[in-house]
Nanobody, 126 residues
Framework: QVQLVESGGGLAQAGGSLRLSCAAS????????MGWFRQAPGKEREFVAA????????YYADSVKGRFTISRDNAKNTVYLQMNSLKPEDTAVYYC???????????????????WGQGTQVTVSS
């Protein structure tokens, strides 16, 4: 089973950028679809973006489309989330998660992701 460790969070100003990384253990990383989720204080965890095992197919929440980009490097067992044009409402703990098969119908379903990282804090100041 893959294990996940996020990094790259921190403090950014509105309009700025951050890049999150999620490093995975194991030799079968490319067989996992990966997702990024976030949870703001007092709110439920929500879907941000997802990517297929090959990296060919990506999905985004409407709130981040055009500003965030998910990508992966299977040779490095790492998935990334490039976040541009950050807004204060992007402030949250960001989590990466793994699942075996991805589908558009369930891409945002937390229960479909079987492995989660510990999260990394992103704070955007206005």
């Amino acid at each position: 089973q893959v294990q996940l460790v996020e990094s790259g969070g921190g403090l950014a100003q509105a309009g700025g950028s951050l890049r999150l990384s999620c490093a995975a253990s194991g030799r079968t990383f490319s067989s996992y679809a990966m997702g990024w989720f976030r949870q703001a204080p007092g709110k439920e965890r929500e879907f941000v973006a997802a990517i297929s095992g090959s990296g060919v197919i990506t999905y985004y929440a409407d709130s981040v489309k055009g500003r965030f980009t998910i990508s992966r490097d299977n040779a490095k067992n790492t998935v990334y989330l490039q976040m541009n044009s950050l807004k204060p409402e992007d402030t949250a703990v960001y989590y990466c998660a793994a699942r075996t098969i991805i589908s558009r119908a369930t891409v945002a379903s937390l229960g479909e992701y079987k492995t989660w990282g510990q999260g990394t804090q992103v704070t955007v100041s206005s």
